[in-house]
């Protein structure tokens, strides 16, 4: 059959070359000797040198396996593509070439069944992950993350540079090697080593230039903004009003023209700035057939689009490879990571993005501006927010990390076909935390300093053992290893206030423990975590086409009683090559790879609190008696005594056991120009930790214990391939979908159902929480109040005498005390014209908590990408892009325009939709607020209104504040050039390439906010519920355009 496309090239002069025709014929002219290169992609390169007086030549090119014949990492060893049994998703080097802080964000849509998101674009914010939805209810969701060998917490410390590949083990067959720790995935980095015979140095950076001015939201102008306030005053008490009137300089409309005149100031264009980071990264390589060692050096500067923030990294790695004799060599790897970034101030009311949105648009009051103590109760006031702008240039919160982490390893092979491998490895780490908050207003410095120290300590022993058959028809080998892990910290933290205002920083923080300010001290030692395990795995081919995979595990951890201190996680796994059978010998003209994987396995999460089972203390309230029960000398001499903690121990407590069943189906068609899997999954994890009340006569409120099933159910689609192939141009497309559905199968009825997603103030509404835990939905499911929009003057009676309100017959009061109006009404009534009002679902005339419904879940279902790639000569373009269907977002923001409580209320968001709100109040002539009470003239005035009134002291969750997810995102396109080599080799430079890269470029999506992909609020309380896919003060998602260098000599 002709290789259509293959191209035939002079190996001297690669500008002399032709393509094949249909027919697999060519004709080339070239001189005696030369030396032709027949090359296709997906084939093997033939080479044919020229013999005079010779003019056919036959050319036979073989299939490149190289795809199957690949090696990935599946945990305490490597396999064939080919001979995979368990679901694993690869990521090679080249995927990873875009310009990002964090190499997880690079994994955004290239691994079926892994959905990585971007929840926030604070400076080297690491992306959630999960590994086909969420196994847990109250405990850690992320995957466990190894980098050559060694657990980390996440991939932040690691440089997308020094990477050779990352893989991820999704089902039991394959995580169920690592038992306790991996039941919501593994993600398996590997990092690049030296080649043999070869001396490189290269060098990659990039300089990049951020943006968020597309994130600004327009706020209110002066005149709408001083409706609203001064008509909130007025609502409240007339004190207030009139202070406000005083504070404004609106006594008698006094300044009605100035504010008219003025545009509002948006703090947010002050806070938000052009920003620019860099990365540069130097690696040198020598190898040779006795040693290989790579030394890597990378520092990334990440400054934030928002002002005085930024993150700093600097990376060192020394990997060496010694081979002492022909069965004994030694591995070093050691790596130091230094991180120190700068995030916002650190107040209880939010970040510097919600003060943006709440300090009033005014520049400068008119009035008397330094009458601010009489708005609400006390510290309640116009002011009571503050400029944005000072806290970012005044205020900031610090964190330094130091982590140092060394491997050792010895590979001894006492006889052929047997490897034994016995690695160390210690890691330490040194991080201190500074917070410093300016004494604004009436408030005083405050200092908080914390250091804190951890270390981890991992020991693991391997034997591989290749079986020999005297023939190709068996194939098997068996590993066996044992594993002992250990991991230490221990804090100290110091918080300290009221000093003078004087102080700026440095003097705060240098009198923190010699100034007679308030202050609080406190340490912790953690209780040593320590693990000891064994586990093997069992290979097995028969004819290279029937595969199977035993894994056992069998771990015992600290973190549960002795009782229940060990836990045992087998797995199975087979493979079918149908591709290989006989009876589809007619189809291998077309069909190159087919192949059917089916697995069952268990893992486990032993990422929890180690405390959860013993009993645990803290200081409590004062006594005459010591720790010791002994009776102090003097009667009124109180001391600090020891009391329970809340949560009351459970020795009774055991694992969390995820148990896996995989289908898969791997397939190759036309020589692998179009390949692909498709897989279905369905994984239960039950025996959930979950916090139960107790009887308050215990002395504790809750505990822990196992009485919950979760299960996700899902489809994973991922089709790749090349749609054109020719020797000077390429274009090939990647899609990838995936379909998961989260549903709890089981949940005790002591359990709390209902959780708090705290986006505003504790007086929300419903007042049990709007996030609900029930059997048969998903977590995440959230209940709101259904918006009907606002009462009207028709749903009421108007006395012109009394100027009272009252509701008609049938329609339900809203039962809310948080509502302030002047408009009169009924007594015990809460209902007025323009109040926000919602379904009376039960339909007992009542409106209350038991009229909240079901509104969906927070999670999308459906989320995946499809990329694109094109080569031409020297010439490189790819594109991906990333989308949601599904899902939906808590707009808080939206949500604390419209309440808040009457704390905050004159700190409430500012933003521009609000003048839109139904308002009972109008400007007059003279520049006065006027309260319009007769129905006639607020039906004129509000005829175009777009949203209820916004003056409550607290406010229900409406669905209208919970919009849909979906999107669609340009996440990266990239434009590369490769210097031809001929030209760079004359100047010893064996690889030249420059590139153009934007990220974020463009956004396809219904929601209103600024990110569809931010979730803020992941887990709420002391019980840890879960609340995704809250937007609450997020910091902004930056449009990146990068411009890089990739140079190797």
């Not at 690669?14 to 014929?25: A, C, E, F, I, R």
């Not at 093997?44 to 005079?52: K, L, S």
């Given at each position: 059959m002709p290789?259509?496309?293959?191209?035939?090239?002079?190996?001297?002069?690669?500008?002399?070359?032709?393509?094949?025709?249909?027919?697999?014929?060519?004709?080339?002219?070239?001189?005696?000797?030369?030396?032709?290169?027949?090359?296709?992609?997906?084939?093997?390169?033939?080479?044919?040198?020229?013999?005079?007086?010779?003019?056919?030549y036959n050319v036979t090119l073989s299939e490149d396996n190289e795809m199957l014949e690949e090696t990935v990492v599946i945990g305490y060893g490597t396999a064939r593509v080919r001979d995979l049994t368990g679901s694993v998703a690869t990521v090679s080097s080249d995927d990873l070439e875009v310009p990002v802080a964090n190499v997880a964000e690079a994994l955004q849509g290239k691994m079926a069944g892994v959905v990585v998101s971007m929840n926030d674009g604070t400076p080297g914010a690491a992306p959630q992950i999960r590994v086909r939805g969420s196994k847990s209810i109250t405990q850690n969701n992320e995957p466990l993350y190894i980098v050559d060998g060694f657990p980390v917490d996440d991939l932040s410390s690691v440089p997308a540079d020094q990477i050779k590949s990352i893989n991820v083990l999704k089902d039991a067959a394959a995580t169920a090697i690592y038992g306790s720790r991996g039941a919501a995935g593994v993600v398996l980095v590997t990092t690049k080593s030296a080649l043999e015979g070869q001396t490189t140095v290269s060098y990659n950076g990039y300089v990049q230039i951020k943006d968020s001015s597309s994130n600004i939201q327009d706020v209110l102008q002066p005149l709408d903004y001083l409706k609203f306030t001064l008509g909130y005053a007025r609502d409240y008490n007339i004190a207030n009003y009139n202070n406000m009137l005083s504070y404004f300089g609106m006594n008698g409309g006094e300044h009605y023209s100035d504010y008219a005149a003025a545009t509002s100031h948006n703090y947010q264009e002050d806070l938000y700035k052009t920003a620019i980071a860099h990365s540069h990264n130097l690696t040198i390589t020598n190898g040779n057939e006795r040693s290989r060692t790579i030394f890597n050096l990378n520092y990334l500067y990440d400054d934030g689009t928002v002002i005085n923030t930024y993150y700093n990294r600097i990376n060192a790695s020394l990997k060496t490879q010694q081979k002492l004799n022909d069965r004994l060599n030694v591995e070093?790897?050691?790596?130091?990571?230094?991180?120190?970034?700068?995030?916002?101030?650190?107040?209880?009311?939010?970040?510097?993005?919600?003060?943006?949105?709440?300090?009033?648009?005014?520049?400068?009051?008119?009035?008397?501006?330094?009458?601010?103590?009489?708005?609400?109760?006390?510290?309640?006031?116009?002011?009571?927010?503050?400029?944005?702008?000072?806290?970012?240039?005044?205020?900031?919160?610090?964190?330094?990390?130091?982590?140092?982490?060394?491997?050792?390893?010895?590979?001894?092979?006492?006889?052929?076909?047997?490897?034994?491998?016995?690695?160390?490895?210690?890691?330490?780490?040194?991080?201190?935390?500074?917070?410093?908050?300016?004494?604004?207003?009436?408030?005083?410095?405050?200092?908080?300093?914390?250091?804190?120290?951890?270390?981890?300590?991992?020991?693991?022993?391997?034997?591989?053992?290749?079986?020999?058959?005297?023939?190709?028809?068996?194939?098997?080998?068996?590993?066996?290893?044992?594993?002992?892990?250990?991991?230490?910290?221990?804090?100290?933290?110091?918080?300290?206030?009221?000093?003078?205002?004087?102080?700026?920083?440095?003097?705060?923080?240098?009198?923190?423990?010699?100034?007679?300010?308030?202050?609080?001290?406190?340490?912790?030692?953690?209780?040593?975590?320590?693990?000891?395990?064994?586990?093997?795995?069992?290979?097995?081919?028969?004819?290279?086409?029937?595969?199977?995979?035993?894994?056992?595990?069998?771990?015992?951890?600290?973190?549960?009683?002795?009782?229940?201190?060990?836990?045992?996680?087998?797995?199975?796994a087979f493979a079918w090559r149908l591709s290989d059978e006989e009876f589809m010998a007619p189809a291998q003209d077309w069909l190159s790879n087919l192949k059917v994987r089916l697995s069952w396995g268990m893992s486990g999460s032993d990422a929890i609190n180690a405390n959860l089972w013993r009993e645990t203390w803290q200081l409590g309230g004062n006594t005459k008696y010591t720790i010791s029960d002994s009776r102090e000398n003097t009667e009124n001499d109180f001391g600090q005594a020891y009391a329970p903690q809340g949560m009351m121990q459970n020795p009774n407590l055991k694992w969390e056991t995820t148990i896996s069943r995989n289908l898969g189906i791997d397939f190759g068609f036309f020589d692998e120009r179009l390949y692909g899997t498709i897989e279905g999954y369905w994984t239960t994890t039950k025996d959930l930790l979950m916090p139960v009340a107790v009887n308050a006569s215990t002395g504790y409120s809750y505990q822990y214990q196992?009485?919950?099933?979760?299960?996700?159910?899902?489809?994973?689609?991922?089709?790749?391939?090349?749609?054109?192939?020719?020797?000077?141009?390429?274009?090939?497309?990647?899609?990838?979908?995936?379909?998961?559905?989260?549903?709890?199968?089981?949940?005790?009825?002591?359990?709390?159902?209902?959780?708090?997603?705290?986006?505003?103030?504790?007086?929300?509404?419903?007042?049990?929480?709007?996030?609900?835990?029930?059997?048969?939905?998903?977590?995440?499911?959230?209940?709101?109040?259904?918006?009907?929009?606002?009462?009207?003057?028709?749903?009421?009676?108007?006395?012109?005498?009394?100027?009272?309100?009252?509701?008609?017959?049938?329609?339900?009061?809203?039962?809310?005390?948080?509502?302030?109006?002047?408009?009169?009404?009924?007594?015990?009534?809460?209902?007025?014209?323009?109040?926000?009002?919602?379904?009376?679902?039960?339909?007992?005339?009542?409106?209350?908590?038991?009229?909240?419904?079901?509104?969906?879940?927070?999670?999308?279902?459906?989320?995946?990408?499809?990329?694109?790639?094109?080569?031409?000569?020297?010439?490189?373009?790819?594109?991906?892009?990333?989308?949601?269907?599904?899902?939906?977002?808590?707009?808080?923001?939206?949500?604390?325009?419209?309440?808040?409580?009457?704390?905050?209320?004159?700190?409430?968001?500012?933003?521009?939709?609000?003048?839109?709100?139904?308002?009972?109040?109008?400007?007059?002539?003279?520049?006065?607020?006027?309260?319009?009470?007769?129905?006639?003239?607020?039906?004129?005035?509000?005829?175009?209104?777009?949203?209820?009134?916004?003056?409550?002291?607290?406010?229900?969750?409406?669905?209208?504040?919970?919009?849909?997810?979906?999107?669609?995102?340009?996440?990266?396109?990239?434009?590369?050039?490769?210097?031809?080599?001929?030209?760079?080799?004359?100047?010893?430079?064996?690889?030249?390439?420059?590139?153009?890269?934007?990220?974020?470029?463009?956004?396809?999506?219904?929601?209103?906010?600024?990110?569809?992909?931010?979730?803020?609020s992941r887990t709420s309380g002391s019980y840890n519920f879960p609340t995704p896919g809250i937007d609450r003060n997020a910091y902004p998602l930056a449009i990146a355009y990068t411009i890089g260098l990739n140079v190797t000599f």
């Open positions: 290789v259509i496309g293959a191209s035939v090239i002079e190996q001297a002069n690669t500008s002399n070359g032709v393509v094949v025709d249909l027919d697999g014929k060519f004709s080339i002219t070239a001189p005696e000797g030369a030396v032709l290169v027949v090359s296709c992609i997906g084939y093997v390169d033939q080479e044919f040198t020229v013999v005079a007086g010779q003019s056919v070093f790897n050691i790596s130091y990571a230094y991180v120190n970034n700068r995030g916002g101030y650190g107040r209880s009311s939010g970040s510097l993005t919600a003060q943006a949105y709440r300090w009033r648009p005014i520049d400068n009051p008119m009035g008397d501006v330094s009458n601010i103590a009489g708005f609400g109760n006390g510290s309640s006031s116009v002011d009571s927010s503050y400029n944005p702008v000072d806290l970012a240039w005044n205020e900031a919160n610090n964190r330094y990390s130091h982590r140092f982490q060394g491997i050792a390893a010895v590979n001894w092979n006492p006889i052929d076909d047997l490897t034994l491998r016995s690695e160390i490895g210690l890691q330490k780490s040194f991080s201190k935390y500074e917070r410093y908050n300016a004494g604004f207003g009436n408030e005083t410095n405050r200092a908080y300093l914390s250091r804190g120290e951890s270390g981890d300590l991992h020991w693991t022993t391997t034997a591989s053992y290749q079986i020999p058959f005297e023939s190709d028809i068996h194939r098997a080998d068996i590993m066996i290893g044992n594993e002992v892990i250990s991991d230490f910290g221990e804090s100290m933290s110091f918080d300290a206030y009221e000093f003078p205002t004087s102080f700026d920083r440095d003097h705060t923080f240098a009198f923190m423990n010699q100034f007679t300010q308030t202050s609080t001290f406190d340490t912790s030692y953690d209780v040593p975590n320590r693990s000891l395990s064994f586990f093997t795995r069992i290979n097995y081919s028969l004819y290279d086409k029937y595969l199977l995979t035993l894994t056992f595990r069998a771990d015992g951890s600290s973190k549960f009683a002795p009782n229940n201190r060990w836990g045992y996680f087998p797995a199975a196992n009485m919950g099933t979760v299960a996700n159910t899902g489809l994973e689609l991922s089709i790749g391939g090349d749609i054109v192939r020719t020797s000077d141009f390429t274009l090939s497309a990647n899609f990838i979908y995936n379909y998961n559905v989260n549903k709890i199968i089981d949940l005790a009825e002591s359990v709390a159902v209902n959780t708090y997603g705290q986006w505003a103030s504790s007086e929300g509404a419903p007042t049990t929480g709007e996030f609900t835990l029930q059997e048969g939905m998903a977590i995440g499911t959230i209940r709101a109040y259904k918006y009907l929009g606002w009462y009207t003057t028709d749903d009421f009676t108007y006395d012109p005498t009394t100027g009272v309100y009252t509701l008609r017959p049938g329609v339900p009061d809203i039962n809310f005390d948080s509502y302030w109006t002047s408009l009169g009404r009924a007594a015990n009534q809460t209902a007025f014209p323009g109040a926000a009002k919602w379904a009376d679902i039960d339909e007992d005339g009542v409106l209350s908590e038991q009229d909240t419904y079901i509104v969906g879940e927070m999670t999308p279902r459906s989320t995946g990408s499809f990329n694109l790639s094109a080569r031409w000569k020297n010439w490189d373009l790819s594109a991906n892009f990333n989308y949601v269907i599904g899902g939906m977002i808590m707009n808080t923001e939206a949500l604390y325009s419209s309440y808040g409580s009457k704390d905050n209320r004159f700190g409430s968001n500012r933003l521009s939709f609000v003048s839109g709100a139904y308002s009972p109040y109008r400007w007059t002539s003279d520049g006065t607020l006027e309260l319009v009470t007769d129905p006639d003239e607020l039906d004129a005035m509000n005829a175009n209104a777009t949203m209820h009134t916004p003056t409550s002291m607290k406010g229900p969750l409406f669905d209208k504040y919970l919009e849909d997810a979906s999107y669609l995102r340009l996440k990266s396109l990239t434009l590369g050039y490769t210097i031809p080599r001929d030209l760079t080799r004359k100047i010893g430079i064996q690889n030249l390439r420059v590139y153009f890269t934007g990220t974020n470029l463009w956004t396809l999506t219904g929601y209103t906010g600024l990110n569809p992909e931010v979730n803020t």
